[in-house]
């Protein structure tokens, strides 16, 4: 089975751009996370998809948006990037939502905004 | 403020010997466990996970033992190879969810340095 696929690898903006990233969950995975992974802060939970239905969102500005399509795959917005937003964007798929709390990550993609 | 947290970020242990990683964990509402480990340039690895209703378990060489009442994990590794040269994640299912599956709470992870 393919795993978790994450494109672009990576990704250089200039702050005030907007950017998306895409993220394709292994097959039959219906929910999809996304996390910042930063030096600082180290992993932190942005939000999660199941059935196209965002059900969960970490605390985060409202400039972090995501979505999901019918066929599971998300999609990751961030809107006037700041130089803080610079960081390694995960995805994570995993199964029947609540009866597994495994969650499989792709290789991210590394954001940097100059 | 941190719900799961790693307090020492790096570990040098010689090839052979047992790693012993630590994680503390401050929110008693959390009953499931999980390390992750990550190389360089990789995302996160699912490496192995505890019920809060077990104080073991035990995969080939990882064990991670689970203290209820101190709020305390441990992932022991042994013996230590080269391989296991990575940094290791403690987490548990986030806040967000109410201890669903769909977010889980990261430590800022431990540095396992494997010495030859």
């Known amino acids: 089975k393919a795993g978790v696929t994450q494109t672009p690898r990576y990704l250089i903006k200039t702050r005030g751009q907007q950017v998306t990233l895409s993220c394709s969950p292994i097959s039959g995975h219906r929910s999809v996370s996304w996390y910042q992974q930063t030096p600082g802060q180290g992993l932190q939970f942005l939000f999660e998809?199941?059935?196209?239905?965002?059900?969960n969102k970490g605390n985060f500005p409202g400039r972090f948006s995501g979505r999901q399509f019918s066929n599971s795959r998300s999609e990751m917005n961030v809107s006037t990037l700041e130089l803080g937003d610079s960081a390694l964007y995960l995805c994570a798929s995993s199964t029947l939502a609540g009866l597994s709390y495994e969650q499989y990550f792709g290789p991210g993609t590394r954001l940097t905004v100059t | 403020d941190q719900q799961v947290k790693q307090n020492s970020p790096s570990l040098s242990v010689q090839e052979g010997r047992i790693s012993i990683l630590n994680c503390d964990y401050t929110?008693?509402?959390?009953?499931?466990f999980l390390w992750y480990k990550k190389y360089p340039a990789e995302g996160p690895t699912f490496l192995i996970s505890i019920s809060s209703i077990k104080d073991k378990n035990e995969d080939g060489r990882f064990t991670v033992f689970l203290n209820k009442s101190a709020k305390h994990l441990s992932l022991h590794i042994v013996p230590s190879q080269p391989g296991d040269s990575a940094v290791y994640f403690c987490a548990a299912p986030s806040e967000y969810s109410g201890g669903g599956a769909d977010g889980l709470t990261f430590g800022k992870g431990t540095h396992l340095i494997i010495q030859p």
């Open positions: 929110n008693s509402m959390f009953d499931y």
């Open positions: 998809y199941f059935s196209e239905t965002q059900r």
